[in-house]
């Protein structure tokens, strides 16, 4: 089993800056592909980026390329989501997840992911 802890979110203006953490437990995540999605009020959870089992390769929505990077730390078993220029509209809840064998070609589909963390707000102001 695999646990994952998000932090990071909070309240900032638009152009501004953040760094989401999903921190993983139980089991080394290295090898698993993980991602980000996001929901706002009122809307379903959408991909946002992530990174396949390998680590080789990053996928993003068009939403957010050039904004936000997907990284991690296999050191200290941690996902990371950079997010800068925010906008009013990337405003949601953001969870990671985590999928043993994710690829490029199933990290942005929710239904492949096995583990998801419980969520952390972004709000972005205008």
């Known amino acids: 089993q695999v646990q994952l802890v998000e932090s990071g979110g909070g309240l900032v203006q638009a152009g501004g800056s953040l760094r989401l953490s999903c921190a993983a437990s139980g089991r080394t995540v290295s090898n698993y592909a993980v991602g980000w999605f996001r929901q706002a009020p009122g809307k379903e959870r959408e991909f946002v980026a992530a990174?396949?089992?390998?680590?080789?390769?990053?996928v993003y929505a068009d939403s957010v390329k050039g904004r936000l990077t997907i990284s991690r730390d296999n050191a200290k078993n941690t996902v990371y989501l950079q997010m800068n220029s925010l906008k009013p509209e990337d405003t949601a809840v953001y969870y990671c997840?985590?999928?043993?064998?994710?690829?490029?070609?199933?990290?942005?589909?929710?239904?492949?992911?096995?583990?998801w963390g419980q969520g952390t707000q972004v709000t972005v102001s205008s």
């Open positions: 990174m396949d089992w390998s680590g080789g390769t990053t």
């Open positions: 997840a985590a999928d043993r064998y994710g690829t490029k070609y199933s990290v942005k589909r929710d239904y492949e992911y096995d583990y």
